[in-house]
């Protein structure tokens, strides 16, 4: 079964300084990978996805994630935080197997944005 | 507006008072899926549906039902709530079954066993 790390429960930043959010996945084959967002309160929306083609995929908001084959790794990142990107970030693989397909997130990683 | 609407956002029970949390989306999407949100553990998958009149377990369905009567509705039923269900549940739906099909979720429903 395929699995998803993000690294660092909590990740603190200043505004205006780089955002990097990491995840680590395991699969045998190509995965499909996401990246979403959670503010406060609500659901979880889709900031960007990978599913073939270019390896650098921007997404809302200025994030833009690179899926790196050699590394298992799809890491989140923005150039300058702002104050409205504190909220939770999980990442995701698709898992595809004789039953169906199954999204698989990570723990989440909490991104707090100080002034 | 495009949307998964669940019902209720918050909900306080005592233990082995059956209830449901309803699921509507109007995307007219095949795949259904209701996933608990619990610190430290992240999102984890109770049920799911391909369509209508299937449905299949995920990682978490002990103590859970769910139905697919009509595609655009999902609920969840918990027939005798125990505490260790208190949670965030959501609720989420795609277009199809495919991997790179992205899930669009609900606002979330807000739990509590007592």
């Known amino acids: 079964a395929q699995s998803v790390t993000q690294l660092g429960s909590h990740v603190s930043v200043s505004e205006g300084a780089l955002v990097l959010l990491r995840c680590n996945y395991s699969?045998?084959?190509?995965?499909?990978l996401f990246w979403y967002v959670q503010y406060p309160n609500q659901g979880l929306q889709l900031l960007l996805k990978y599913t073939t083609g270019a390896t650098l995929v921007k997404g809302i908001n200025g994030f833009e994630a690179e899926f790196k084959k050699s590394e298992t790794s799809f890491h989140l990142t923005k150039p300058s935080a702002h104050m409205s990107d504190a909220a939770e970030y999980f990442c995701?693989?698709?898992?595809?197997?004789?039953?169906?397909?199954?999204?698989?997130f990570g723990k989440g990683t909490t991104l707090s944005v100080s002034s | 507006e495009a949307q998964v609407t669940q019902n209720p956002r918050y909900l306080i029970t005592v233990t082995g008072k059956k209830l449901t949390v309803t699921c509507s989306q109007n995307?007219?999407?095949?795949?259904m899926s209701w996933y608990r949100q619990d610190p430290g553990l992240g999102l984890r998958q109770i049920y799911y549906s391909m369509n209508v009149e299937v449905t299949d377990k995920g990682d978490v369905p002990e103590g859970y039902k769910v139905s697919r009567k009509e595609k655009r509705n999902f609920p969840l039923i918990l027939e005798s709530p125990s505490p260790n269900q208190t949670s965030l549940y959501f609720c989420?739906?795609?277009?199809?079954?495919?991997?790179?099909?992205?899930?669009?979720f609900g606002n979330g429903t807000r739990l509590t066993v007592t």
């Open positions: 995701a693989v698709s898992e595809t197997n004789q039953a169906g397909t199954a999204l698989i």
């Open positions: 989420a739906s795609s277009l199809s079954k495919l991997g790179n099909s992205p899930l669009h």
């Open positions: 995307m007219n999407h095949e795949y």
């Open positions: 699969s045998s084959v190509p995965p499909y």
